[in-house]
């Protein structure tokens, strides 16, 4: 993700299971569930340091398949069927599934009722039969997907002027669909969208089918790569999909809105060699398409969900951003298809490998094409990162999320705060380990979930020594380490806030 800063332009607010073993089991069995139905569910986590509540224990799911029916209104519920096959990870009595904001209408195990329960942010399902360790399962759950958030607490659906977009980052996929919403577990996904004729849906990965009866068209795509909750893209409206060709045949596919087509072209057209440069820094592009997704919405950042970046559309219609900037933040959401969303952080806490390689990207492609030089970027971020670390803690140990704040924990100690973290790095091991280890990196961890930890011992590895004290003061210490080779680089104090002279009274 990436908050872009708004122009004071003037925007329109848009706005199988534990079979009875054996029926001598079965009395006790009754009795157990008797006692299981008279405990009050309960909302489970996976531990998480900063979205305690996400995710949840005991099984790991393989695939998800989303259908959504979508009325025409961005104001109505979409009907929805979800589908969770997956694994039981440890014996379970009742599942919970990440799901608020929705009317759960049914609830099946392996194509028998069960019941179910809302707590917390969780939905608790108790199939008739409790599941084995290792044993597979099927849940399917028809569902309302209501776009219509309180202010509060916003969700994944973005409603465009012309239909919906969806931004789950970080902790609002399951506003929109029941799942074990954690990056910590990747599945695969199939989304079937129905939509009155004349719109057009586009969704992750690519189309492997379209069918039309009477008046609604049922799209259905399918990722090829295993994908986190909170990068699922579904888009419905008046949009155009263009089609061109990307390095080494990789399908390229943008969607817009039909009326911008003309003057988003420009922007779209650099991509592929976008892909290409980045090629050369990451090894080969991860997955099986990518493209831009251009809403017509204000939402006041980007978002790299996979193979479909989602992007304002504005950014690019908008006279008053420089090119270069523009650019930029192509390549910033580009980056995040090998770093984010092949490799996925295996805790939230570890976000600054996915912001901190994004804004380095960013930055480099401005220093290699637009003659913005990274030194003097880092040196200016050098200066504020001691208040970024103060306000936000440091890169890798973000301090919680306020509650209602729209940043959450997508602040500047894991953007700027952390590509300087990789500059230091790059100081310290020179450009050449440097390179090897961006490259080792995706390709160790590709389709994968990864911790901090893992990045300190690659890099250790491939520079030959134990990096070990050198990532411990500049992630987790309170004040940001001296810069190698930049031993002037100081702090800088910020500057006082300029006192309103008059100020009315009674304000
Ligand atoms: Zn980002």
């Known amino acids: 993700m990436l908050h872009t800063p708004h122009l004071p332009a003037p925007r329109p607010r848009a706005h199988s299971r534990r079979r009875l073993r054996a029926a001598a089991l079965l009395a006790s069995a009754v009795s157990v569930c008797m006692v299981a139905a008279s405990a009050p569910p309960t909302p489970l986590g996976v531990g998480d340091r900063l979205y305690p509540h996400l995710g949840n224990p005991g099984y790991d799911v393989a695939a998800y398949d989303l259908a959504f029916t979508y009325s025409g209104s961005n104001s109505e519920p979409l009907e929805a069927v979800t589908t969770i096959d997956a694994r039981a990870t440890a014996d379970l009595d ?67 002027t012309d239909g919906l977009a969806m931004a789950n980052q970080a902790d609002v996929a399951h506003l929109v669909f029941p799942c074990n919403d954690h990056p910590s577990d990747k599945a695969r996904f ?23 009866a009477g008046g609604s068209t049922t799209w259905t795509y399918r990722t090829q790569h295993p994908m986190a909750t909170e990068l699922a893209q579904v888009s419905i409206g008046r949009s155009t999909v263009l089609h061109r060709t990307g390095p080494h045949g990789l399908p390229v596919r943008d969607v817009v809105p039909t009326e911008h087509r003309a003057a988003l072209e420009p922007w779209l057209e650099k991509t592929p060699e976008q892909i290409a440069w980045m090629e050369k820094k990451a090894g080969r592009y991860p997955f099986e398409t990518y493209g831009l997704l251009m809403a017509d919405a204000t939402t006041g950042f980007e978002l790299e969900t996979q193979t479909l970046t989602l992007f304002e559309r504005e950014l690019f219609t908008e006279p008053a951003y420089p090119k270069w900037y523009v650019e930029s933040i192509m390549v910033h959401e580009l980056a995040h298809q090998w770093f984010g969303n092949s490799v996925t952080p295996a805790t939230w806490s570890d976000l600054w490998l996915n912001e901190g390689h994004a804004t380095w990207y960013e930055a480099l492609y401005a220093e290699e094409t637009a003659d913005r030089p990274m030194a003097e970027r880092m040196k200016a ?83 030959g020594r134990d990096l070990g004290g050198f990532f411990q003061a500049w992630l987790y210490g309170e004040k940001t380490p001296s810069m190698p080779g930049h031993p002037d680089w100081t702090p800088v104090a910020e500057k006082e806030p300029v006192k309103a002279s008059r100020k009315p009274q009674g304000e």
């Open 381 to 463: 971020a050098y200066g504020a990162s001691d208040r970024w670390r103060e306000a936000g803690g440091p890169p890798a140990a973000p301090k919680p999320p306020k509650s209602g704040s729209k940043t959450g924990i997508f602040r500047a100690n894991v953007y700027d705060g952390s590509a300087l973290v990789l500059y230091a790095l790059r100081q310290e091991i020179g450009r050449t380990a440097f390179e090897g280890l961006e490259r080792a990196w995706t390709a160790t961890h590709r389709d994968g979930t990864a911790t901090t930890a893992d990045f300190v011992r690659l890099a250790s590895e491939t520079a």
């Open 190 to 212: 199939t989304f079937h969208v129905t939509a009155p004729n004349g719109l057009t849906a586009v969704a992750n990965g690519l189309p492997t089918g379209v069918e039309r």
């Open 94 to 160: 009742r599942i919970n599934l990440d799901f608020a904001h929705g009317k759960v209408d049914s609830v099946e195990v392996d194509g028998e009722p069960a019941d179910f329960a809302p707590a917390g942010e969780d939905l608790v399902v108790t199939p008739q039969d409790a599941l084995d360790e290792g044993e597979r399962m099927r849940i399917t759950v028809r569902h309302s997907s209501d776009p219509v958030y309180a202010e509060d607490r916003p969700g994944g659906w973005v409603r465009t």
